[in-house]
């Protein structure tokens, strides 16, 4: 079966490195991305409980023409997955014609290991942990639907909404932790964000094949929702590829507005252009560039006030990496150095642009050296023009301490808030002198007050009728 032989690839082509396994999976061609990326996923999770049992079996010294890394799929199908169950093709008989001494062989080695299931043959560093229990989070599409409809919808599917307590941590770790079976949350924070169990499967659900739902990590919504770019903004997503972010930022503008955004990768750009297709968005303009290429005196881009950074990082945060590379650690000294002059180019390059007000700095790295560093650089290139804004003020998971005010960057993880591993900070146009230094200032300087001014247009429009719509 195609499928087998897909995985059989992307298998190969990560042990020679010549790319991660997401990448290797969706330049495969494969039509069911899904399908493939579990399989290859949990072959992978169980590779030296798979060599083990085919070494041990003699599988290829009896199948000569079995490949290495087909024979690896085929047994973790056969014994581990679904058993052939609907597929196997022309490997089927193959492979049932050894079933038995691989099973006993798999037998074997949990007998000499001393354990009963499947999963305890697992090296530690292999097992499901934390990142195994982050939630399914689904961002209802704004564009398209409603948070309501959305709800009522799930619950003629016969699945039941729960009662969840005010956004206080610990106590909405607790509902979440709690969510099990057909049961849904709300979130307190994003109130079109749902909450689902951790092994909910939304893939074939005709309301994200429609567009009406985006799958996306609670975390990497905060980027455009701390953004908060009002309709008929003019935004940058200077690395914009996926495009989750950039359908959410299109949410938030109503489709009302403009969003430049850029990606070099073509074929990440082409699959972010049907994504954004099928989410309704009408009001962003592709170009397959390089950011730091933008210049940030072209007139196209003079009423850019708000500018989205979430460059190419480690991925160290990212559930899906940990699962995909269980052993998978810190990445080496070299690379993290590359990332980060990366990321500081890009970042000193946005807050270049002239009419810029509010800017959201992010990764899905938990390294420092791509985060605070990064920003505190950047700070530091630009005295006094930018600030950190706080934002978030109940977020139970801060900024390191690297540099004063590091303290109003967000971080996440799959321990303290059930999200992926990330980073956020929010820098915003200052009004303190340009010789002081956000890393120098005291953190009472870097958040002033409203000036009277401001003070008094507030007071104005307090006083004014209201012409906007309730919320």
């Not at 798979?50 to 009896?62: C, Y």
């Not at 009302?256 to 972010?272: E, H, N, V």
């Not at 390089?290 to 190419?312: G, H, K, N």
């Not at 006094?384 to 109940?394: K, M, T």
């Amino acid at each position: 079966m195609a499928v087998y032989s897909a995985a059989a690839a992307v298998l190969a082509g990560v042990e020679s490195r010549q790319g991660s396994l997401k990448g290797l999976v969706y330049a495969s061609n494969f039509q069911n991305v899904k399908q493939l990326y579990a399989l290859v996923c949990e072959t992978q999770r169980y590779s030296a409980v798979l060599d083990a049992v085919i070494a041990n079996a003699g599988l290829l010294r009896a199948e000569k023409k079995l490949r290495p890394h087909l024979a690896k799929v085929l047994v973790y199908d056969l014994l581990l997955g679904k058993g052939f169950r609907g597929r196997g093709g022309r490997w089927k008989p193959l492979l049932e014609r050894h079933q038995a001494r691989l099973k006993a062989e798999l037998a074997r080695l949990k007998v000499r290991q001393g354990v009963s299931r499947n999963e305890d043959l697992l090296e530690v560093g292999s097992k499901p942990g934390s990142a195994s229990q982050v939630p399914r989070f689904v961002r209802v599409n704004t564009l398209k639907t409603c948070a309501e409809d959305a709800i009522d919808y799930f619950k003629r599917q016969g699945m039941r909404k729960t009662w969840n307590k005010q956004f206080v941590f610990p106590g909405s770790l607790e509902d979440i932790r709690a969510l099990k079976g057909k049961c849904f949350l709300l979130d307190a924070l994003l109130p079109e964000l749902l909450v689902f169990p951790a092994q909910t499967d939304l893939h074939d659900h005709p309301l994200y094949q429609a567009g009406h739902l985006i799958l996306q990590d609670k975390a990497s919504c905060l980027p455009a929702m701390l953004l908060a770019p009002p309709p008929g903004s003019h935004v940058i997503d200077a690395c914009a590829a996926p495009g989750n972010k950039t359908s959410h930022l299109a949410a938030l503008l109503k489709n009302q507005g403009k969003i430049f955004a850029f990606d070099q990768d073509a074929k990440r750009l082409a699959s972010m252009a049907t994504l954004l297709a099928r989410a309704g968005v009408s009001c962003c303009e592709l170009a397959e560039q390089d950011f730091l290429a933008v210049s940030p005196s072209d007139q196209r881009y003079c009423q850019v006030q708000y500018i989205l950074l979430d460059p190419s990082c480690s991925g160290s945060g990212m559930p899906s990496r940990q699962l995909e590379e269980p052993k998978a650690g810190t990445p080496s000294p070299e690379r993290l150095r590359a990332l980060a002059a990366f990321q500081q180019r890009a970042l000193s390059h946005a807050l270049t642009f002239p009419a810029l007000q509010r800017l959201v700095y992010s990764t899905c790295s938990v390294c420092q050296e791509e985060n605070e560093d990064v920003v505190r650089a950047a700070l530091q290139q630009s005295p006094g023009a930018f600030r950190l804004a706080p934002v978030l003020p109940s977020w139970p998971h801060r900024g390191l301490g690297a540099f004063p005010g590091a303290e109003h960057c967000l971080r996440a993880s799959p321990e303290t808030t059930l999200t992926g591993g990330f980073f956020i900070a929010v820098l915003e146009r200052a009004e303190v002198p340009s010789s002081v230094s956000q890393a120098e200032a005291p953190v009472s300087e870097l958040t002033p007050g409203p000036s009277p001014k401001r003070r008094k247009r507030r007071r104005k429009a307090a006083t004014a009728p209201s012409t906007q719509p309730g919320t």
